[in-house]
Every structure is written in C-alpha cells, then in structure tokens.
C-alpha cells in the first residue's frame, strides 16, 4: 500500500490526465501516495459532483422556513413550535449490488448520521428502491439483501422504516439503486454545523475502530460496472447498527453540553472527507496524528487509515479543555474516543504517522481547484405521440391484472420486515395513506413524508419527469392533509460523460426546478449519483425525491382507505393520456407515448383545495391518482378499507380506456359525506370537479354492471412477492 506515484497510478485511483496534472500545479511536486489516494477521492464524482454542480446551482433552495439548505451534512426546516425537521437522502447504489445486505444496511448507517450529527434525533427512515426485472437471475438476490439490509438496520438502531417505493425495470438489471432517507427533530436553536473553528482546538475521533473496509469507496461509486464487479466487494462497508445506536446517544447527550465546535460524520472517503471539508469550511489548517487513530486491524498504512470508510465514526472539534468530559460521555457508551489532531493556522491539512509527514496539502486548492466540468448535453428526443390502441381486454379484467403487476402489486413482504412503528410516534404505517405521518414527541405537530419518481415518465421526457417527481411528492403530502415544505432529492443517472445521459440530468434539473418554485417547494438537501450503468447500459434516468410537510395534528391527517356509505368525488380534469402509462405497458405490451402532461398551475390549485377541504374536516380519505391510473386509485381506495364502490359511467367522449387507466396528473379521489357541499366549493374555486361514485357491497362495480370482488382483487395483488421469493 505504497506504490510509486506516476500518471499510470493516478489514472487506476479515477484521475483523468487533466487533473493530475492539476494535483501537480498544486502540489509542485510530485505527490505521496496517501495525498493521491486524498485527491483521488475527494475529486471523485461521488465526492466533488464535478459533472453536477453547474446544474445543482440552478434549483431554488430557499424558503422564509429553510434554517439550512445544500451545503450542509442535511437540509434543516422550521416546523414551528421551536422545532426544527432535519433530512437528507442519499445513494448507496454500486455498494448495494456488489453486497445487497451491506449496502443497504450501511446506506441507512450513513444516512442516520447525516442528520444526527446536526443534533437531530432520528424520528424516521425511508427508502426508494429499483431494481432489475424479476426474470433477471441476479434480482431476486438483490431485492432479498437489500430488504434485509435495511430492516435490519433501522430495526436494530431503534428508528422507524416509515414509507418508501419499490419499482422493477429491465434498465436496473446490473445497477439498482437503494435510496435512503432519513428525517429527525432537533431544538430550532440547537442545530450544529461542521465548519470548523479555532485554532489549537483539540480534533476528537469517536465510535468504531478503523478497518480496512470501504477503502476507495467513493472512487468504486464514481465509475462504472463492468465484468469485474464482483472483484469490488472490498470496497463495500460493514456496518453494526448497535454501535450506531449508542453514538446517536452519545453524540446527543454531548450535544446537550456546550462542548461541541464543529462535528461532521465520516461518510464516503471516511477520514479524509471529514477532516478537509470541516477544516476547508472553517478556514482552518488540520494537523492528524495517525498513531492516535483506534484501529482494529494491524500495520494499517496511512492511506488505508484516511481512505477507510469504515462505519459508525464521527469527527468532533472540542472547545480547549472539554476533552474529559467528552470521553467521559463516549466511554461510558463503551465507544472508542481519542485526540488525534487540532486545528492550526496553515491553511494546510498536514497527516502525520510514525513520525513521517505522510501528506501535506492546501486546503484551499484542493477545494477550489477540484475539477468542475461543463459537459456536453444532448437533448432527449420528444416521443412521437401514440397511434391507435386497440384492446380487447376489459376493464375490470385489466385492473385485476395491473393490480398484480410487480410495479402496483402489495409492498407488503416488503414493509413488514421493516419496523415502522419503533417509538410509537407512527401515526399512519405503510399503506395507510399516500404520505407516512410521524408524530413528533410532546408535541401535535406531525410530519408528512414520502419519497416519489416515476423513471419511466423521465426517460421519455426527462423535463416533464423531473418536474412530476416534484409535483407528485407535494401532491402524496397534500392528500393527507400536511403542508408541503420542502424536498431532498437523489439524482441517479448514468455516466455523464454521454452527452444525452448529462442531457437527461439538465433537462430533469430543469423540470424540477420549475416545480419546486411553483409549489413552494425548495430543495434543502440531496445527492447525485452518476455511472449507474453496466456494461454500457444505463439506468433509467431516476431523480428521487424525499418530499417534508407538516400538519398541526397527526389526528386530522387522512389516510386512503374507504368506509361504507361515502360518495367519491375526483378532483381535476381527466383526458385519458395514456403515453408511458402502466396499462399501455402491461395490457397493450407498449413503452411509448409522451408522459402526462403536468400543469403547476393547475397542481397548485387542486392541491391547495384539496388541503384545505380535509383541514376543515369535510374528506374521509383521500388518495391521489398516479400510476395506474383513475381504476386503480379507487381499487386501492377499496382494498385499505374493506369496501366496495359502484362507480358512475365515463365521461362521454374519453376512450373507456384512457378514463380509467390515463395518468393524468393533479387529480385525487377525495371519499365524502357530503358531495354536493364539496362539489359546490370546487365550482367556486374553480376546480374541475366530478362526481364519481359511492361505497356499498364487496366489490368494484362499473356503470355497465361489470364487477371484480374485492377478495379476488386482494389475493390478486397480494400474490406477487410472496410467490416470487418463495422460489428462492
């Protein structure tokens, strides 16, 4: 672990020519190895987001309620009643395909640290899971780890798996993508920040030892698949949720004490992330004694100690004097402490081990200098519209078979190896309604969370598909009756490099931005994830977004399930747009068509009317209409509940089939007592409004007296993952 340094060695540790002749220019020598492997990875993509920035820059992060927005370990908003909601999700794609369990488990690891380490206690997780098609030999291995990972994860450290999704697609075959999110609840006025202050001020390393895992992680997640994946499992962490567990006490009881001057997580890039970035952030110059490091492994060289990414460690800068008492608090969590540097007065990060000067690099360049790339961009064809459909397969006969598909099927084999109810503050479970509601403790307020893209919509026009990610997260939040404030969001993408993948992320950028201004939806926080291809083949382009909102009582929120004797009523206007749908791909065996069409203008309206009728208590349920369409939101509706519906005939004119399976967008099937009050207050809003049925009996029963009974529809939809995974 000592190789001599030459162009060769740069371009192995992901260093192009351009920018090892950079490391160079700055350095004026030729550098160490433990400095290359430093410039490696923290000019990695995955680190640096050279390929992403110019983009990032261009969404709207601001908000009167946003306390920290891009920029710090998580995006933190105001909630009121002196609270404050901290989140952030974040990829662990390649990891997650190498080793499932792993991956996953250490992607929900890193995720809780993200936001506690601002001093937030982790109140709830979610995830956003894609995955190859079930046919493909490798996708059962994949789903049954990363499920496990995650449940088994978040279940040991004690924090809720609240909500989520599970897609398939062929385009995931060799690169899943596993998401995870986090969200915690912190003191308004006591959040903490990573930049780092004061010179001399002791730099304090706590929780697990070092070990050689996760060496070049951050490179590994930079670069593309090929044959040699499975060569790459050294580069996956390992993770102890229990050790997780007890730095989250000891961090926050340490929190609780005026001790603390800048804490950062070690995430990717492990020591060498943490310390460049706190002292880049504050200024400063950093001083590391590597003698001092707590490791588990024997004869680790320096670069292996700054490069590890092994888990469950934080980096703390003390106040002078505060050292006792801080190893006090982690030695009686029975977690490692020790003093291993301070900050100076250089500018400079300076690593010594053994007594040799193992590296010694400007702060300021190495942040300043790092690569920032203005790649070429191609735009994604617009498709052609759809040519006629013809189908012989009705209605009732195609919502029985899209409500079994692996894209609409039950989620329940998978949420029920999550604990979503830890810490008794879940008010509505997966399932339960279109966004999870988490009560905060000693307090009425609740969170309305989600997590919502729909790839397919993107890849066909990846600006419309961005902005309905947006537009659909604010929309699941609004169908509870919360008050949409603000989104992460994880780009998953392929290698930019191609000019129609950066294409793809521009114009999806771009469609997100749109919504997030028009919806009052500011992006707080997020990740980008590029190369997700193998051999060649990209993902479907995947912006995944974590939506926040608030809602002054948990107990007003609204669910999706039907009780006997309501009306429905659909809000919005209904064209019958079927491009890109689910029915076109699972009834008529096509992928084609332009997605939806989203108007924010008309998101806004319907949303804010829909809100504002199930505050004043005039909804029962409500869900929104997306993938599926308008049949299968109403058989949802009627599964939750135990309740059949007769629903009124098509309006003229709409192909039978676009009506009930068209994605349409800002609509909700709100379920009422009082229909013609409500109908009376859309007209007068101007909401497009219709009457569209009633609850009775055990079935779905259409206007031409065709029916599907619930319990076939249930066992229908229930089938998929149980079937599948008993096959393993």
Excluded at 464 to 477: D, K, P, T, Y
Aim: net charge negative.
């Amino acid at each position: 672990m000592n190789r001599d340094v030459t162009p060769a060695l740069a371009k192995e540790f992901g260093l192009s020519a351009d920018e090892y002749a950079n490391v160079l220019s700055i350095m004026g020598r030729t550098p160490s190895f433990t400095e290359l492997g430093i410039f490696s990875v923290m000019w990695s993509e995955h680190c640096s987001y050279k390929s992403s920035r110019v983009w990032l820059k261009t969404l709207p992060t601001k908000a009167p309620w946003v306390i920290h927005g891009p920029g710090e370990n998580a995006g933190v908003v105001d909630i009121g009643e002196g609270l404050a909601a901290i989140f952030k999700m974040e990829s662990h794609n390649h990891p997650s395909f190498i080793e499932p369990y792993q991956g996953a488990a250490t992607g929900v690891g890193g995720i809780l640290r993200d936001v506690f380490t601002m001093g937030a206690r982790p109140i709830a997780n979610l995830n956003a899971l894609r995955f190859g098609s079930p046919d493909h030999p490798a996708t059962k291995r994949v789903v049954d780890g990363v499920v496990r990972g995650i449940g088994g994860y978040g279940n040991c450290v004690g924090v809720p798996t609240v909500g989520g999704e599970v897609n398939f697609h062929p385009a995931y075959n060799g690169n899943p993508l596993v998401n995870a999110m986090t969200v915690g609840i912190a003191p308004r006025d006591r959040i903490f920040l990573s930049a780092a202050a004061g010179i001399g001020n002791p730099v304090v390393y706590v929780g697990s030892r070092t070990g050689r895992d996760g060496i070049h992680g951050a490179t590994m997640a930079s670069a593309e698949f090929g044959a040699d994946s499975e060569s790459k499992r050294p580069t996956v962490q390992v993770g102890d949720p229990f050790t997780e567990k007890l730095l989250i006490e000891a961090c926050l009881e340490l929190m609780a004490t005026d001790a603390i001057v800048a804490i950062q997580d070690m995430g990717a890039a492990g020591l060498t992330s943490s310390s460049v970035e706190m002292a880049g952030k504050g200024g400063v110059g950093i001083q590391l004694d590597l003698d001092m490091l707590p490791q588990r492994e024997a004869h680790m060289s320096a670069y292996e100690m700054m490069l590890s990414e092994s888990q469950e460690r934080m980096l703390i800068v003390l106040k002078p004097e505060r050292e006792a008492m801080a190893r006090a608090i982690f030695e009686k969590w029975e977690l490692d402490f020790a003093v291993i540097g301070h900050l100076t007065d250089t500018g400079h990060i300076v690593i010594k081990h053994k007594g040799v000067v193992e590296a010694d690099i400007p702060l300021d360049p190495l942040a300043e200098k790092a690569p920032l790339y203005h790649r070429p961009t191609q735009d994604t064809p617009p498709q052609p519209p759809l040519g006629p459909i013809t189908s012989t397969v009705s209605p009732v006969d195609a919502l029985a078979t899209l409500v079994a598909c692996p894209d609409l099927c039950s989620r329940a084999w998978v949420w029920n190896q999550y604990d979503s109810t830890i810490g008794g503050q879940t008010a509505k479970r997966p399932g339960a309604a279109d966004a999870a509601i988490v009560r905060i403790d000693d307090h009425s307020l609740a969170l309305a969370l989600t997590t919502d893209c729909t790839p397919r919509y993107c890849a066909a026009d990846p600006r419309m598909g961005g902005m309905q990610a947006v537009a659909e997260a604010w929309r699941n939040i609004t169908a509870t009756g919360a008050t949409p404030l603000a989104i992460t969001d994880n780009m998953n993408f392929g290698n930019p490099e191609k000019p129609i993948v950066m294409g793809q992320f521009a114009s999806a950028i771009a469609g997100m931005a749109a919504a997030c201004t028009a919806l009052d939806f500011p992006v707080v926080s997020g990740n980008v994830s590029l190369y997700n291809e193998t051999d060649g083949t990209p993902i479907l382009p995947t912006p995944a977004i974590g939506g926040l909102g608030v809602i002054a009582d948990a107990a007003s929120a609204v669910g999706l399930a039907l009780q006997p004797g309501l009306e429905l009523v659909l809000i919005g206007d209904t064209e019958g747009q079927l491009g890109q749908s689910l029915w076109l791909r699972e009834i008529a065996g096509r992928e084609e068509g332009p997605p939806p069409t989203v108007d924010l203008a008309v998101e806004r309206r319907n949303g804010d009317f829909v809100r504002k009728q199930i505050i004043e208590g005039k909804i029962t349920a409500c869900h929104d209409a997306s993938d599926g369409g308008l049949l299968v939101t109403v058989a949802e509706m009627a599964m939750a509940g135990g309740v059949g519906v007769h629903l009124a005939a098509p309006t003229p004119g709409i192909d039978v089939n676009g009506w009930w399976f068209g994605e349409d967008q800002g609509r909700y099937v709100l379920a009422v007592t009082d229909a013609a009050a409500v109908m009376l207050a859309a007209d007068a809003a101007g909401v497009p409004v219709r009457r569209l049925g009633s609850t009775t009996g055990d079935r779905l029963t259409l206007a031409d007296g065709s029916f599907v009974t619930l319990a076939a529809l249930k066992a229908a939809n229930e089938r998929f993952f149980p079937a599948w995974m008993d096959q393993v």
